[in-house]
């Protein structure tokens, strides 16, 4: 078993900056990628971005040159540097780890960006 637990969603006005982070815990070894999704309300779950234990990182096109994905293998933490933020980017948050042929999911944290 994997536990996710996200933490520095919040409040920020548009063009700020947010950076959520990801402690992984349990079973962390082995785990081939991980990624940030977001939800935004009446909408799907989709991608952010994702990145692997290669380090090789993978981003949806609308956030590509204002979030950075990164992952601290030390400190079992996983990050998302958010700059430039805008309304559009208003969501749930969700950690993602994929291990073998079992994903695993964080409780989300809410992001929200004010015009």
């Known amino acids: 078993q994997v536990q996710l637990v996200e933490s520095g969603g919040g409040l920020v006005q548009a063009g700020g900056s947010l950076r959520l982070s990801c402690a992984a815990s349990?079973?962390?070894?082995?785990?081939?990628?991980m990624g940030w999704y977001r939800q935004a309300p009446g909408k799907q779950r989709e991608l952010v971005a994702t990145i692997t234990s290669g380090g090789s990182t993978n981003y949806v096109d609308s956030v590509k040159g204002r979030f950075t994905i990164s992952r601290d293998n030390a400190k079992n933490t996983l990050y998302l540097q958010m700059n430039s933020l805008k309304p559009a980017d208003t969501a749930v948050y969700y950690c993602n780890a994929i291990k073998g042929q079992r994903v695993y999911w964080g409780q989300g944290t809410q992001v929200t960006v004010s015009s």
């Open positions: 349990g079973s962390i070894f082995m785990i081939n990628v």
